[in-house]
């Protein structure tokens, strides 16, 4: 019965976001304990993003957060020109000036390249476009097409010092599983420069929160979406974290009977085939998230894990195309699950 119900409060939830339509609204309204709350949404880097702020502070905290992810919007879109992605997309091998955030955030997708042995690649645009997946028109590449433009990849061919970036001349960047993690933490810090100290930010799925618990000194509940239906697998109870997933049912499409993915295996610049249907990860920074979600999902179960022993400070939920559940020792009593098939990862 309490399981059920907390797959009702998730469904409510996206229902709302899915009405929030509209851009930037911000409004406020006391509820019954006293607390005043206020919520917003905007619709930025392809996904409707709602966030709920409490206290006095909230509507002024949530104009900042909108201001913020617009801003790294601007910075980082692959197809607003005069953003700084497209501008080092279109250099033909010409060092291109960024921001100090861009320059950050290249740095820190180059070393997670090199961390996750190249899982997780932000070069992978022009197979992307290929696919279509950058544009809705879908195709399947033949063999060729795709070996020649698997040749343009490569995070480490990104030169990135003192604020001037350089790739190769055809090599072009995406910042797709990455920006919207990276914008939570941003917009995190938003809300708690204009005084926010307890806040939800739903950025299209990717949940962060602010404090520990709601102001009722309830801890926040996270649905963890079914990766097959419209439901959740189970909901989390967290403090303040991210809890990021990526999934093949995000964007996908279908051709004589075969599904394509939007995530991709960086090696055969096909639609990763690892086994996982989703996979969660929880942690401090919604950056690190965001990339672990992407890249661990390209690894497949036995890699994730092992992934995860060594590299410690987060946990996760994997979720295998045969149904079965995988959750770290670190979430598992937070984490109530709608499956009987749960298994416990440990060190
Ligand atoms: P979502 O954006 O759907 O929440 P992700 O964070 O997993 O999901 O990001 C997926 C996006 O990242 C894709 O749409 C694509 O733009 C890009 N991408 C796909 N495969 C990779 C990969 N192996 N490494 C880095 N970026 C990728
Ligand atoms: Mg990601």
Redesign the pocket.
Known sequence: MKKNLAAGVLIAALLMLNSCSADKAVDSTANVSGDKKSSGSVFAMDTYMTITAYGNNGKKGIEAAQKEITRLEKLWSVTDENSEIYAINHSSGAEVPVSAETEELLKFAIDMHGKTNG????T?YPV?RAWG?TTGEYRVPDDGEISELLERKGADKITVDNGKVSVPEKTEI?L???A??CAGDAAARALKEQGVTSALLDL???IQTIGDAKPDGTKWKVGIRDPFGDGSIGTLTVGECAV???GGY??FFEQDGVIYK?????ETGRP?ESGLASVTIIGSEGRMC?AL???L??MGLDDACAYWRDNGDFDMILVTDDGGVYVTDGIAERFASNSEDVTVVER
């Open positions: 899982a997780l690649d932000i992978l992307l997946f995406d797709g599983a990455i919207k993690g299209g799925g990717n990021i997933t990526s995000e964007r939007h995530i991709l295996d960086p990763a965001d979600s992407t890249s999902y390209v």
